[in-house]
Every structure is written in structure tokens, then in C-alpha cells.
């Protein structure tokens, strides 16, 4: 009786072990997770940081920041078929993270994205007489200020599926 138990807890554990989405890796970027997206199903990866950055796609199916991998409250995810190597972006605190510089709190960078073309915002406080810019765009879509991307104090908003990068400048008059 005693070696069934065992035998069905050793199945247990190292049947479900190898079907994990996340990894620890070393990449030579610090801590690192490899997350996967599995029959292009959504899969939520639990990690200690509070942002993640794409170090390298795994998969043939792109991953797009918004779209197909993105961090929220519970963590990391992706989702459609997006698989990759993900590290911390930086924003934390634990050891080896980010060391701010004498700007830290007056000009950073943050995502957005409009996902189904539909109206997104992010908000982020940009300050009394901040700004945003479109630093890089990372959507297919176009991104023009005015029409499918703006901000406002409060934070940026996206639509009809712009999505990218943008320089928060709390330094600007």
C-alpha cells in the first residue's frame, strides 16, 4: 500500500513538473523566466518582478508586447502561440535590479497598446507639464498623435490597433 502512495505521488510530481510554463534560465541577463504559450492557449506565468522585458522569442508566431505577452497584477502571460525568454525590466527592487539615476522619476519609458483596435488607456501620472512621445512603434497599425495615439495628465491613450513605446517626460514645459 505504502509504495502505491509513493508511486502515485512520484507520477504526480514529475508528471506535472515537465508541463510548467515557466523556467528559470540563465541568459546572462540576471534572472530570466521562459514562458510558453502552448496550442496558442493564454498562460500566465508567476514571477517575482513587477514588469518583464522579451529577451528572446522562442516560437515562429511573433511576440507582441499588448498583444501576444504582457504583465499584469498576477505577472508575466502570453498568449497566441507567443513563447520566449522574459527578464526583469528593471522597475524593481530586489538585488541586482534597478539602480535609479538622477532622472529616474522625471522621464521613463512605458508600453501601450490597442488590442482588437479597440480603445485602450494606460495610465501613467505624467505630472504637471509632462509629455509623451511615440519612441517606438510595435503595432502594424499606424500610430499618429492626435488620431490613434494622445495624452492627456492622467496618461496615454491608444487606438484602431496603434500600439508602441512612448517617453513619459515630466521634465518638459
Same mark, same amino acid.
Given at each position: 500500500?505504502?509504495?502505491?502512495? #509513493? /508511486?502515485? #505521488? /512520484? ?32 498562460? =500566465?506565468?508567476? !514571477? ?9 522569442? #522562442? +516560437? ?15 505577472? #508575466?502571460? !502570453? *498568449? ?6 522574459? /527578464? *526583469? ?15 529616474? *522619476?522625471?522621464?521613463? =519609458? ?30 502594424? +497599425?499606424?500610430?499618429?498623435?492626435? =488620431? ?9 491613450? !491608444? ?9 513619459? *517626460?515630466?521634465?518638459?514645459?
Amino acid at each position: 500500500m505504502t509504495m502505491r502512495i #509513493l /508511486a502515485a #505521488l /512520484a507520477v504526480l510530481v514529475f508528471g506535472i513538473w515537465p508541463a510548467t510554463a515557466a523556467r528559470a534560465q540563465d541568459y546572462g541577463y540576471g534572472d530570466t523566466v521562459e514562458c510558453r504559450s502552448r496550442n496558442y492557449n493564454y498562460q =500566465s506565468c508567476p !514571477v517575482p518582478w513587477r514588469d518583464a522585458r522579451l529577451i528572446r522569442q #522562442l +516560437s515562429d508566431t511573433q511576440c507582441i508586447r499588448g498583444r501576444t505577452w504582457g504583465f499584469d497584477r498576477r505577472g #508575466l502571460w !502570453v *498568449d497566441r502561440g507567443c513563447s520566449g525568454v522574459f /527578464a *526583469d525590466a528593471g522597475y524593481g527592487s530586489g538585488p541586482g535590479g534597478w539602480r535609479p539615476g538622477p532622472d529616474w *522619476d522625471r522621464r521613463f =519609458s512605458v508600453g501601450c497598446a490597442s488590442s482588437g483596435y479597440q480603445y485602450q488607456f494606460c495610465a501613467v501620472d505624467l505630472g504637471r507639464g509632462g509629455r509623451a512621445y511615440l519612441d517606438r512603434q510595435t503595432s502594424n +497599425s499606424p500610430c499618429v498623435e492626435g =488620431s490613434t495615439w494622445g495624452w492627456n495628465r492622467a496618461g496615454i491613450w !491608444v487606438d484602431q490597433g496603434c500600439a508602441g513605446v512612448f517617453v513619459i *517626460d515630466r521634465r518638459w514645459r
